[in-house]
C-alpha cells in the first residue's frame, strides 16, 4: 500500500462550488494552494475540482467554521455568492485571517440594512419600508404611506433579481409579496421607490479595493430583455456614461466603501442615474459578480481578477489591480428563454458570429428549460469583442436580431 504523504501546501477555503464557482476552484489550484471546498449540494460540479470536499452548507457558520479548523485553511472565499459571503466573514474573524469586517459584509448581503446604512451616512437612497414576509399587502400599504409609486417589492436577502416585482397599484401588490416571500430565505421582505431613469440603462459591474481605495473601475451598462426587464441578460463595455455621470458614481462609491470599512476585494455594485444626475447605489455586493463579471472584465483589462481574489482572501499581494477602461468594446449575453420547453441550441447573426470569442453553455440540446425570470435560470453566457464602437452599439440596441435561442415550447419544459 502506497503511503499518504501529507499535503503541505497552504489551503484555501472556496464556500459554493457551482458552475460559475469553479472557476476559483481552478485558479487556486494553478496559484498553488491546497483547495477545500463547501457546499451543500452533493453533486455540486466544484467536488470535481477540489483537493478535499465537505458536504456542509455554506450558510451554516459552525459547521464551515469546524470544517476551516480541521483543514488547518489559511484563507476563505465565498466566490460569487451572497448568501456565503456572511458566512466566510466570520469564518475569517474568528480565525484572525484577513477579511472585511463581518457587520459590513452582513450590511452589504441585507437589502434592509443597506438602505438604512445609506441614509445614516447621507448618500442618496429611495424611501423604504422592511416587514415580514407574512404582512398582508393592506399592512404594506400602510408601511408605504406616503411613498411615490411605483414600488419595488423584493427580499432584503436575494440576488440575480429572483423574487422582484415592480407594483404600479395597489391590486398587484399581493402576488408581489407572495413572489418576494417564496424566494426569501430570512423572512424579511423590502418595499421602495422605483427610481425613474434619467440614463437608459442600470450602471452595474465590478470594482476592486486595495488598501481601503477603488483601484479598479469595471463599471458596465447592464443589458436587459424587454420581455424581462428585471433580470439583466448581460454586461457591455463602456458603461455609455458622460464624464460627469462617472464623476459623480465614482464619488459615492468610494464614500460608501470608505464608510463600511471595506479594505480590499472585488464588489459587485449596481447604480440607477435618477433626475439631475443623481446616483443611487441599489447593490453593493460583498463579492465578485455573477454571470462571470470577473472573466469579462479580466478579458477587458487584462487583469486575472478571478486570481486577484483568492490571493487577496489568503493575505497574499495580488500585484497591480488598476483600471479604467478606455477603447474598448466588450459585452456578454446571458442564453435564456422566456417560455418552457426542450432547448434546441442557438443561432447567432454573422456579426455577431464574428465577435464571439467564447461561450460558455450550461444546458445541452435535448435538456427542459424554463421561463427567465432570475440568474438562475441562465442557459450559458457567450462573450463578445467589437473592433468599432458603431458594431459595438447596434448589437447592444439589437442583441434580439443577433442572438436567438431556439426552444420547442410543445414540451413545456418537460421530458
Same mark, same amino acid.
Given at each position: 500500500?502506497?503511503?499518504?504523504?501529507?499535503?503541505?501546501?497552504?489551503?484555501?477555503?472556496?464556500?459554493?462550488?457551482?458552475?460559475?464557482?469553479?472557476?476559483?476552484?481552478?485558479?487556486?489550484?494553478?496559484?498553488?494552494?491546497?483547495?477545500?471546498?463547501?457546499?451543500?449540494?452533493?453533486?455540486?460540479?466544484?467536488?470535481?475540482?477540489?483537493?478535499?470536499?465537505?458536504?456542509?452548507?455554506t450558510v451554516d457558520r459552525e459547521a464551515v467554521l469546524?470544517?476551516?479548523?480541521?483543514?488547518?485553511?489559511?484563507?476563505?472565499?465565498?466566490?460569487?455568492?451572497?448568501?456565503?459571503?456572511?458566512?466566510?466573514?466570520?469564518?475569517?474573524?474568528?480565525?484572525?485571517?484577513?477579511?472585511?469586517?463581518?457587520?459590513?459584509?452582513?450590511?452589504?448581503?441585507?437589502?434592509?440594512?443597506?438602505?438604512?446604512?445609506?441614509?445614516?451616512?447621507?448618500?442618496?437612497?429611495?424611501?423604504?419600508?422592511?416587514?415580514?414576509?407574512?404582512?398582508?399587502?393592506?399592512?404594506?400599504?400602510?408601511?408605504?404611506?406616503?411613498?411615490?409609486?411605483?414600488?419595488?417589492?423584493?427580499?432584503?436577502?436575494?440576488?440575480?433579481?429572483?423574487?422582484?416585482?415592480?407594483?404600479?397599484?395597489?391590486?398587484?401588490?399581493?402576488?408581489?409579496?407572495?413572489? !418576494? +416571500?417564496? $424566494?426569501?430565505?430570512?423572512?424579511? *421582505?423590502?418595499?421602495?421607490?422605483? @427610481?425613474?431613469?434619467?440614463?437608459? &440603462? =442600470?450602471?452595474?459591474?465590478?470594482?476592486?479595493?486595495?488598501?481601503?481605495?477603488?483601484?479598479?473601475?469595471?463599471?458596465?451598462?447592464?443589458?436587459?430583455?424587454?420581455?424581462?426587464?428585471?433580470?439583466?441578460?448581460?454586461?457591455?463595455?463602456?458603461?455609455?456614461?458622460?464624464?460627469?455621470?462617472?464623476?459623480?458614481?465614482?464619488?459615492?462609491?468610494?464614500?460608501?466603501?470608505?464608510?463600511?470599512?471595506?479594505?480590499?476585494?472585488?464588489?459587485?455594485?449596481?447604480?440607477?442615474?435618477?433626475?439631475?444626475?443623481?446616483?443611487?447605489?441599489?447593490?453593493?455586493?460583498?463579492? !465578485? +459578480?455573477? $454571470?462571470?463579471?470577473?472573466?469579462? *472584465?479580466?478579458?477587458?483589462?487584462? @487583469?486575472?481578477?478571478?486570481?486577484? &481574489? =483568492?490571493?487577496?482572501?489568503?493575505?497574499?499581494?495580488?500585484?497591480?489591480?488598476?483600471?479604467?477602461?478606455?477603447?474598448?468594446?466588450?459585452?456578454?449575453?446571458?442564453?435564456?428563454?422566456?417560455?418552457?420547453?426542450?432547448?434546441?441550441?442557438?443561432?447567432?447573426?454573422?456579426?455577431?458570429?464574428?465577435?464571439?470569442?467564447?461561450?460558455?453553455?450550461?444546458?445541452?440540446?435535448?435538456?427542459?428549460?424554463?421561463?427567465?425570470?432570475?440568474?438562475?435560470?441562465?442557459?450559458?453566457?457567450?462573450?463578445?469583442?467589437?473592433?468599432?464602437?458603431?458594431?459595438?452599439?447596434?448589437?447592444?440596441?439589437?442583441?434580439?436580431?443577433?442572438?436567438?435561442?431556439?426552444?420547442?415550447?410543445?414540451?413545456?419544459?418537460?421530458?
Amino acid at each position: 500500500m502506497r503511503e499518504l504523504i501529507p499535503d503541505a501546501r497552504r489551503a484555501l477555503l472556496l464556500l459554493g462550488g457551482s458552475r460559475q464557482q469553479v472557476v476559483a476552484i481552478e485558479v487556486a489550484r494553478k496559484c498553488g494552494y491546497r483547495t477545500v471546498l463547501c457546499d451543500y449540494l452533493e453533486d455540486n460540479p466544484g467536488r470535481h475540482y477540489a483537493d478535499s470536499f465537505h458536504l456542509v452548507s455554506t450558510v451554516d457558520r459552525e459547521a464551515v467554521l469546524e470544517v476551516a479548523r480541521r483543514e488547518e485553511v489559511e484563507g476563505v472565499i465565498a466566490y460569487s455568492s451572497d448568501p456565503a459571503s456572511p458566512t466566510a466573514a466570520y469564518v475569517a474573524e474568528r480565525l484572525g485571517m484577513l477579511t472585511n469586517p463581518l457587520a459590513a459584509v452582513e450590511i452589504m448581503s441585507t437589502k434592509s440594512l443597506f438602505r438604512r446604512h445609506l441614509h445614516e451616512v447621507g448618500l442618496p437612497c429611495p424611501l423604504a419600508a422592511s416587514f415580514e414576509a407574512g404582512a398582508s399587502a393592506a399592512e404594506v400599504e400602510c408601511l408605504v404611506e406616503g411613498f411615490r409609486w411605483p414600488l419595488v417589492v423584493k427580499p432584503t436577502d436575494s440576488s440575480g433579481s429572483k423574487g422582484v416585482s415592480v407594483v404600479t397599484e395597489p391590486t398587484q401588490m399581493p402576488a408581489a409579496l407572495e413572489h !418576494a +416571500g417564496a $424566494n426569501s430565505r430570512n423572512g424579511i *421582505l423590502i418595499a421602495e421607490e422605483y @427610481i425613474e431613469r434619467a440614463f437608459p &440603462n =442600470v450602471v452595474g459591474g465590478d470594482i476592486f479595493v486595495v488598501d481601503g481605495m477603488i483601484r479598479f473601475w469595471g463599471l458596465m451598462r447592464c443589458l436587459r430583455d424587454s420581455k424581462a426587464s428585471l433580470v439583466p441578460v448581460g454586461k457591455a463595455i463602456p458603461s455609455g456614461l458622460s464624464e460627469g455621470q462617472l464623476s459623480k458614481v465614482k464619488e459615492t462609491l468610494q464614500l460608501l466603501v470608505s464608510s463600511l470599512g471595506i479594505r480590499f476585494g472585488e464588489l459587485n455594485v449596481e447604480v440607477i442615474i435618477g433626475d439631475g444626475d443623481v446616483p443611487y447605489v441599489l447593490e453593493l455586493g460583498s463579492r !465578485a +459578480g455573477g $454571470n462571470m463579471i470577473p472573466v469579462q *472584465l479580466g478579458d477587458a483589462s487584462g @487583469i486575472d481578477l478571478v486570481r486577484a &481574489n =483568492v490571493m487577496c482572501a489568503m493575505g497574499d499581494d495580488p500585484g497591480g489591480i488598476s483600471w479604467d477602461p478606455e477603447d474598448v468594446y466588450f459585452a456578454t449575453h446571458v442564453l435564456h428563454t422566456l417560455k418552457d420547453g426542450t432547448y434546441e441550441g442557438y443561432e447567432l447573426s454573422a456579426a455577431a458570429e464574428v465577435a464571439c470569442y467564447r461561450e460558455v453553455v450550461y444546458q445541452e440540446a435535448g435538456a427542459p428549460v424554463h421561463h427567465f425570470d432570475g440568474a438562475n435560470k441562465a442557459l450559458g453566457i457567450l462573450f463578445f469583442e467589437f473592433e468599432k464602437q458603431e458594431s459595438f452599439e447596434d448589437y447592444i440596441a439589437n442583441t434580439s436580431n443577433h442572438v436567438r435561442v431556439m426552444v420547442d415550447s410543445s414540451t413545456d419544459g418537460r421530458k
